[in-house]
């Protein structure tokens, strides 16, 4: 019996000892939990309770060289409710009244508003969601409703604000204007001039306390950011609504005629090289024409016979010719090797001097010439486009800039015939970009200067920074040459192939160029480019403009100087006639000749504004756009905006005054 008594005894203390050293390591854990490691588990508890989320900046405003918007972010609305946060006398006292306000914001019955409400009160609903994507003028009245301007705590006020890009002129320019998107891993995809220029406009992103509430929602913890969001700077472009307007529609309607593929416009301010309208348009299989792809900075191809104009400067630089130098352009066909070079003329135009070469284009001639002065040594005439930065790329801020293409002797891709076919643009690949800034260097009286899309970065009413002039080649070659072969450019609209676009206003000067495109595939896929660049006035250059078509209609017409020379006399002119000051010289005196054509620098360019479209917004949201544009805003109605007296795309021009019908 007493050994039993004592077998107990030491079991009792077994387990007592088990159970103390059991307590013991509890007690040691919870020491090591809470003090210890005890800031590392908070830290996890609260991320699964409480997170950070980003608020991103309002992202600034990209103008145009008039402050006339180009894409604008507006700032839009998701405004919730909890319903457990509310105090229960507060919710019956005032649920009633918060249903009307509902109603007679959002249209639907007291009655419905009452119900949905006190439904979310009875299932804990804490994210019941009143209304979605609401502009600022109802996001503050919302704000004010019963119940809801006690706040977050008190009122179960909870707002979600994210922002939408818009663009006022609409398709305009689209692709220049461009956009900015980042993707789940944080990688931009950047097109155009929101995309060259996302770090100044993006600004800096805030931060945002949330807390985890029922079924994996996060409600604001107040109504108070961590870090407040830094809006993002403002920026200007070179960009000129008014003759983007221009140079968009000339282009559009020559492409409808021809029934084109694609095409592009570009003009250029001679003198800092700005880019005051750039329009790339491409057909739809339905026939309608939009911006897909920026051709004019990223599409490298043969620029044919505007090519000449390289060809003639290098041969003039060199001191192998004079612009009087004789070719015998022969019957209009001449062979090298196994290929023959044909004039588009039958019959050829015999013996010509090579300014009368420039002026009627002829293929058989350039081959001739720069063949027979590079042929022994063809590096030298590669070597003059090199020295002149023909095979260099502008380095342009946007992105996708099509590369340039030279054969060098040795190479590859250099034949027999590659030198007598490269003098009129063929085998060579350049942008209608990189060819525009050669023209407007010879504009410029030899200085080249690269093509520029922004003028300022702004921060409210400071300038952040000022963009100016950036010179690529300060001597693109000498003087004798470049008054020669202006001159040349000249003689082609007054008397050459492009004399069908000769002005009445003023004189201009350019090359047309006819490509073929596909030639290698059979006549079946032959195509054409057709392309004019040039500048105008012709004496006093003021801006410079590259006109390219793609594979035009045959049966309708192919040539440059009846497909694209006729877009760049329109913009030419409708540039000059835009809404000058009348007061300085009539438009009537001037088409009299009275006054001439050279007071077109002395004119203010006072161009019109654009009316962008505003059915569907809210007022307030349409405001600021409208304000911009110099508008007094007459108002109508209420709701969102129904009519508008200014239609959308007309140029607003000296009206002050819109009407706007709300629905």
């Not at 119900?115 to 299932?123: S, V």
């Not at 000249?490 to 008397?495: I, M, P």
């Amino acid at each position: 019996m007493e050994t039993t008594i004592k077998n107990i005894s030491n079991r009792s203390y077994l387990v007592a000892g088990c159970m103390l050293l059991f307590a013991g390591f509890v007690l040691f854990n919870l020491f090591k939990i809470q003090v210890i490691e005890g800031e590392k588990y908070r830290e996890i508890a609260r991320k699964r309770v409480f997170k950070d989320f980003v608020i991103p900046a309002n992202r600034g405003n990209l103008y145009d060289a008039n402050y006339n918007l180009l894409a604008t972010s507006v700032p839009k609305y998701d405004i919730r409710f909890d319903a457990v946060t509310v105090k229960q006398e507060t919710f019956q006292k005032e649920i009633q009244n918060l249903a009307k306000a509902m109603s007679k914001e959002f249209g639907k019955s007291t009655a419905y508003y009452s119900k949905k409400l006190n439904k979310a009160r009875a299932n804990k609903n804490r994210y019941l969601l009143l209304c979605r994507n609401v502009g600022y003028s109802r996001y503050m009245r919302v704000k004010k409703f019963p119940i809801l301007k006690l706040g977050a705590n008190k009122g179960g006020l909870i707002i979600e604000q994210r922002t939408i890009r818009e663009h006022p002129i609409g398709k305009i320019a689209e692709r220049t204007v461009g956009y900015e998107r980042q993707d789940e891993n944080g990688y931009y995809t950047r097109v155009g001039l929101e995309g060259a220029y996302g770090p100044y406009l993006r600004g800096k992103a805030g931060k945002r306390l949330k807390q985890k509430i029922s079924k994996g929602q996060w409600k604001p913890v107040s109504d108070n950011n961590e870090v407040e969001p830094q809006d993002g700077y403002d920026v200007v472009s070179t960009i000129d609504v008014n003759v983007q307007d221009i140079a968009h529609h000339a282009l559009l309607e020559q492409l409808e005629k021809f029934k084109a593929h694609h095409g592009c416009v570009v003009v250029m301010e001679t003198k800092t090289g700005e880019i005051k309208a750039i329009s790339n348009l491409a057909r739809t299989l339905k026939g309608k024409y939009y911006e897909r792809l920026n051709y004019a900075v990223g599409e490298s191809h043969e620029p044919g016979s505007t090519f000449k104009l390289m060809s003639m400067v290098a041969l003039l630089e060199d001191k192998a010719i004079d612009s009087s130098y004789v070719v015998d352009t022969e019957n209009g066909r001449v062979k090298f090797y196994d290929r023959t070079v044909y004039d588009s003329h039958w019959g050829g135009y015999g013996k010509i001097s090579a300014a009368k070469a420039f002026e009627l284009s002829s293929n058989t001639a350039f081959a001739k010439i720069v063949n027979n002065h590079y042929k022994k040594s063809p590096k030298k005439l590669l070597n003059r486009f090199y020295n002149m930065g023909l095979n260099k790329t502008l380095g342009l801020p946007i992105k996708g800039e099509g590369k340039p293409m030279f054969p060098y002797p040795g190479d590859k891709n250099w034949y027999g015939t590659t030198l007598p076919w490269m003098a009129f643009g063929y085998g060579i690949s350049l942008t209608p970009l990189q060819t525009l800034t050669f023209y407007n260097a010879i504009a410029n009286n030899g200085e080249m200067v690269k093509p520029q899309f922004i003028k300022q970065v702004r921060a409210w009413d400071a300038v952040e920074e000022q963009f100016g002039k950036e010179v690529i080649n300060p001597v693109l070659c000498s003087q004798q040459t470049v008054a020669v072969v202006k001159d040349m450019m000249e003689k082609v609209v007054e008397r050459g192939t492009a004399k069908n676009i000769k002005s009445a206003y003023m004189p201009f000067a350019g090359k047309t160029g006819t490509c073929q495109k596909n030639y290698g595939k059979g006549k079946k896929h032959l195509q054409y480019i057709s392309s004019f660049v040039g500048y105008f006035p012709a004496d006093k250059p003021k801006y410079s403009c590259i006109v390219v078509v793609h594979e035009p209609k045959k049966e309708i017409g192919f040539y440059g100087n009846i497909v694209a020379a006729p877009v760049f006399k329109k913009i030419a002119e409708k540039i000059y006639r835009a809404t000058p000051i009348v007061d300085l010289v009539s438009l009537e005196s001037i088409e009299k000749g009275d006054a001439g054509y050279t007071n077109f620098y002395t004119l203010s360019q006072k161009y019109k504004t654009i009316m962008p479209n505003v059915k569907g917004m809210r007022l307030m949201d349409a405001l600021p756009l409208l304000e911009n544009l110099g508008l007094n805003v007459k108002v109508s109605g209420e709701g969102k905006i129904k009519k508008q007296s200014i239609p959308e795309g007309e140029k607003i021009g000296n009206r002050k005054q819109i009407s706007i019908i709300l629905s």
